[in-house]
């Protein structure tokens, strides 16, 4: 009796899964097809089409953001760290491609690949001792992670001649290129004349991918244990789960889409810098509000959450100084909605 009522508790809630997985990347097709359908009759705005691309953007990384806040139940405050790691290590790649007079979008493919696997790669590493502390002390850390690589990329000189690879901390002139090198990195000045391979169809493609390995990794056994660790970690502990193995997964994936997001971002730009207010902590908050506005652990919650609040500075823009002051109200009656909503 009681396996039989198990077995039909599993059935129903993996059909609750299913039909909330699939209307989720229903409402990403739609929501496709429809601004595809306005931009072909001319019935969006420039500024509109302007935003596109920073919505997948900011969707990818509120999605990214809510599995170490949300499904792992971490607080990390350096995500823009990972999405900085991500943008530079491939825009470096496609300038140098582009010097070399290489431009296809399959260049883009493997920038994408690279920007997502460094900063996954980033994220193993600082992961291993961070992921020790807890509450206040991760964030602490993970913060700081994020100022520190923003202000080395502000430092780094970066060339390309025959003779390989040069990089300095001092300007230009000290790299000594030859007459056929060229320069990839300016130091504050960041990448320039940098190709741009971003559009809204491949924002959307690599949001669609983004929510299918968020979502799969939720259901999955791994997910499970994830948040089994996240509601009880001294029970988690206590029937033989790896904590730090599964909080690493979580950690190390989260920054691996931090940084395909970071892609897209870079590619959408002519010129990239590690500027504080692209990459800085003001970004990582930013991203964290998506994340707690849409709700915790909830993948359709934080693409509406990143693309509403993106979207309502941008069209209050005419209001010059008061737009600021109503995305404010707007923001704390979304959170007091929110918040009594859930109680």
């Known amino acids: 009796m009681g396996s039989k009522l198990l077995s039909k508790f599993n059935i129903k809630t993996n059909n609750k899964s299913f039909l909330y997985n699939i209307s989720t990347y ?38 990214s953001l809510n599995l170490v806040v949300g499904i792992s139940g971490e607080l990390s405050l350096g995500h823009a760290g990972f999405m900085c790691i991500g943008a530079f290590s491939s825009a470096i790649f496609t300038k140098f491609m582009k010097e070399m007079g290489v431009q296809t979008i399959w260049i883009f493919i493997i920038a994408i690949i690279i920007g ?13 001792p961070v992921l020790r502390l807890r509450g206040d002390y991760l964030a602490i850390v993970t ?24 990089i300095s901390l001092q300007d230009t002139t000290s790299l000594n290129l030859s007459d056929n090198g060229f320069v990839i990195i300016k130091g504050a000045q960041g990448i320039t004349a940098s190709p741009k391979y971003s559009t809204f169809t491949i924002g959307v493609i690599l949001l669609l991918i983004t929510i299918f390995i968020v979502l799969n990794l939720i259901n999955s056994r791994t997910g499970r244990s994830i948040m089994a660790i996240r509601d009880n970690r001294i029970a988690a502990e206590s029937i033989g789960l790896d904590v730090t193995k599964y909080k690493m997964i979580a950690f190390t994936l989260s920054a691996g889409l931090s940084g395909m997001a970071g892609v897209l971002y870079a590619h959408n730009l002519s010129t990239l810098q590690a500027l504080p207010k692209n990459f800085g902590y003001n970004m990582s908050i930013t991203i964290l509000v998506f994340v707690v506005l849409g709700g915790m652990g909830n993948v359709r919650g934080s693409i509406i959450a990143a693309c509403i609040l993106t979207l309502i500075p941008e069209l209050l823009r005419s209001l010059s100084n008061y737009r600021m002051l109503i995305y404010a109200v707007v923001l704390i009656v979304i959170m007091l909605f929110t918040h009594k909503k859930e109680k």
């Open 26 to 63: 229903a409402i990403v097709v739609l929501a496709y097809i429809i601004i595809e359908r306005l931009i072909f009759t001319n019935s969006i705005t420039s500024l509109m089409k302007g935003l596109l691309v920073p919505l997948c953007t900011y969707s990818i990384l509120a999605i």
């Open 116 to 128: 997502a696997l460094v900063a996954a790669f980033f994220g193993f590493i600082i992961g291993i």
């Open 143 to 166: 913060l700081a992670f994020g100022e520190i690589i923003k202000n080395v990329i502000n430092a780094i000189y970066l060339g390309f001649d025959e003779k390989g690879v040069h």
